[in-house]
């Protein structure tokens, strides 16, 4: 069994997801072919088939695209050259899985030319499929399986995992020494889905539109085996790791008891609501070293036309608590949605000042992704080619990169942006050119140099080290 990891971008994230299908398919071989680090991925796979025969092949599809309305990079071609050179070494099936692949898994399969994937967790799925496959049984009824059929793609139901009831996965199949030092960061996951309908994301669609918990003793003996590689900043992997907070306190709770919280520095995306004094204080004590609250608008209708549950009076809460308790953290913006005006920008951003977090993400455009709300909200707007508030591709399937800016801002929303930011050096934009500003982690040389000089920790808050040391 061969594990692929297709992502090619610097500086590096550990692929967590592998780590965690080695451990779930104990009982058969597995090699991992991380393309991370190869010079050159056609000759790494080369490499491999000059000395190795496989059953079969998993790839894993992180990034669909860089999701940037200012990079647009699109990763999905660089998957279809990966999947055609295996191609041309074996005829092992191929089969695909990961983050940016259960987003849109049939397009993703159809342009690859590919027959075969599991859409959300493979854990249960994946050797499933694998023993069947080998046994030469029918495996269509596999959960969460895609699979070609005469009429076109099917689609399973995803069986979702009782995490609880899971061991901590071992983490001995990615070379996590060399990704944290290269990487800057571990990393981990304590639980899987999310409940919420903000109308762009599409996190609930892979992981599940339920919240599924790990037990505390189980995630922090994962950080105790990543302390004992040296790994000793980690992110959490969590769409939003204060929902719930009871789950949140658990997991500090448990770090603290083991006398941890000195020794890890961890990074969390939360959410601005549920975010007290006390789960503040705990975060301290259990090693957080910052946040990065997703907060999208500091405007009270923009937030409630995302689908957003909270309100400006959460984010003054919320800033108010980090500031007081010493907490460096991080506001990230999703700008130019339905509706957005250039007065509720104005207010957003009046706002941020006025909060002062360490860093604010002002990514202007929303990704379109589809399955979510707002593709349908996109396609109830009319005809997609011409939707004046769309940018990108404007393909019926949403798969390569689009992006939502309202037509309401004009047409230099970016150079009104600019304008209202005024060169305020906390704020973050994804343009390549904007240093240390520049939170577009694809190729991010400033990034990968810091970390080779020795920063750890999430890329925003090294980026954000880097600013305060000019
Ligand atoms: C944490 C996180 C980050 C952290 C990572 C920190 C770290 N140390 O790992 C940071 C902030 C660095 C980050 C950066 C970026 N991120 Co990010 N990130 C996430 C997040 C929240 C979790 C990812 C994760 O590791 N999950 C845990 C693992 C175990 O889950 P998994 O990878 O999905 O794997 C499971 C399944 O997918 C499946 N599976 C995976 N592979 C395979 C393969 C096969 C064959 C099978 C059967 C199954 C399978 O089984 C796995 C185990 O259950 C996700 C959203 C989410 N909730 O998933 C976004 C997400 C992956 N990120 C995203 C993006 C766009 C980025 C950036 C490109 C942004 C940018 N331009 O800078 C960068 C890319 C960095 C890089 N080098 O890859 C997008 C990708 C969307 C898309 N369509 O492409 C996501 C989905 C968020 C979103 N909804 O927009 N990210
Ligand atoms: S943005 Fe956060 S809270 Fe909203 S659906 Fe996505 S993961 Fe859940």
Avoid at 285 to 307: E, H, K, Q, Y
Avoid at 349 to 357: A, C, D, H, Q, V
Avoid at 434 to 453: F, T
Wanted: aromatic letters at 10%; charged letters at 25%; proline letters at 5%.
């Amino acid at each position: 069994m061969l594990l692929v990891n297709t992502n090619l971008m610097k500086p590096p994230v550990a692929p967590l997801a592998l780590d965690y299908l080695a451990s779930a398919l104990e009982g058969f071989e597995v090699n991992l072919l991380d393309l991370c680090f190869a010079e050159d991925y056609a000759q790494e796979i080369d490499r491999y088939f000059a000395s190795n025969s496989v059953a079969a092949i998993a790839l894993t599809l992180r990034n669909t695209d860089d999701t940037h309305f200012s990079g647009q990079d699109f990763f999905v071609p660089t998957l279809k050259e990966i999947a055609d050179h295996l191609k041309s070494h074996t005829s092992a099936p191929l089969i695909l899985g990961g983050a940016g692949f259960s987003i849109m898994p049939e397009a993703i399969l159809q342009f690859c030319k590919l027959d075969l994937g599991i859409w959300g967790e493979g854990e249960y799925s994946l050797p499933l499929l694998i023993k069947k496959i080998a046994a030469g049984e029918g495996y269509r009824d596999v959960p969460g399986l895609i699979y070609r059929a005469k009429e076109g793609f099917r689609r399973n139901r995803p069986r979702y995992l009782d995490l609880k009831a899971m061991p901590p996965p071992e983490r001995k199949t990615v070379d996590n020494r060399r990704y944290f030092a290269e990487g800057g960061m571990g990393s981990i996951e304590a639980k899987r889905g999310c409940a919420k309908a903000c109308i762009y994301c599409a996190d609930p669609l892979g992981k599940g539109r339920r919240t599924r918990m790990r037990s505390p003793k189980s995630v922090v003996d994962e950080i105790e085996a990543l302390l004992h590689m040296g790994i000793d900043h980690l992110h959490f992997c969590d769409s939003e790791f204060n929902l719930p907070p009871s789950h949140a306190e658990a997991v500090c709770l448990e770090i603290i008891s083991r006398g941890l919280g000195s020794k890890v520095s961890w990074y969390a995306y939360c959410s601005p609501a549920l975010f007290s004094q006390e789960l503040a204080t705990l975060f301290q004590r259990a090693g957080c070293a910052g946040i990065n609250f997703g907060v999208d608008s500091a405007n009270d209708r923009m937030l409630r036309t995302l689908g957003r549950d909270f309100t400006v009076y959460d984010l003054e809460g919320t800033a108010g608590i980090c500031h007081r308790q010493g907490i460096v953290f991080m506001y990230d913006l999703l700008l130019g949605g339905p509706g957005e005006t250039r007065d509720s920008l104005h207010q957003t951003i009046e706002m941020m000042k006025r909060l002062s977090p360490h860093r604010v993400g002002a990514a202007l455009g929303i990704r379109v992704f589809p399955g979510t709300r707002l593709a349908s909200l996109v396609r109830r707007e009319g005809p997609i080619a011409n939707n004046p508030n769309l940018h990108g591709a404007r393909d019926d399937n949403f798969l390569a990169p689009v992006f939502y800016l309202s037509s309401t801002l004009g047409d230099n929303a970016p150079q009104y942006l600019a304008g209202l930011i005024q060169g305020d050096k906390r704020f973050f934009s994804a343009f390549a050119d904007a240093g240390d500003q520049n939170y577009n982690y694809n190729q991010n040389e400033l990034l990968v140099q810091a970390i080779r000089d020795g920063h750890r920790g999430a890329f925003w808050d090294i980026l954000r080290q880097l600013g305060e040391s000019r």
